[in-house]
């Protein structure tokens, strides 16, 4: 593993990245989600609850790698500012 990835898959570093004020938002966001979430799931057939087990897997995958591509792409683009930062003008 690359040494960018090892960084990011580091949970405690995900959990030092998130403030209090955005860890917040996100347990609001939840506290209001998982009444609809639970509403609509108990509302499907037996089938259509593994569907939708199987739909929502793919959706967090997906959405994990966008969220480690993103990552990645901003801490480079971060090291590119700091070395045109650093390299003397001519």
Do not use: W
């Amino acid at each position: 593993m690359k040494i960018l990835e090892e960084l990011y898959l580091d949970e405690n570093l995900y959990d030092a990245r998130l403030s209090a004020v955005c860890r917040q938002e996100i347990r609001d966001v939840d506290k209001k989600l998982r009444p609809l979430y639970d509403q609509f799931y108990d509302g499907l057939s037996d089938s259509q609850q593994e569907l939708f087990k199987k739909t929502e897997e793919l959706f967090n995958q997906r959405n994990s790698i966008e969220q480690r591509h993103s990552f990645l792409t901003g801490f480079r683009l971060a090291a590119q500012i700091f070395a045109e930062a650093l390299t003397p003008e001519q």
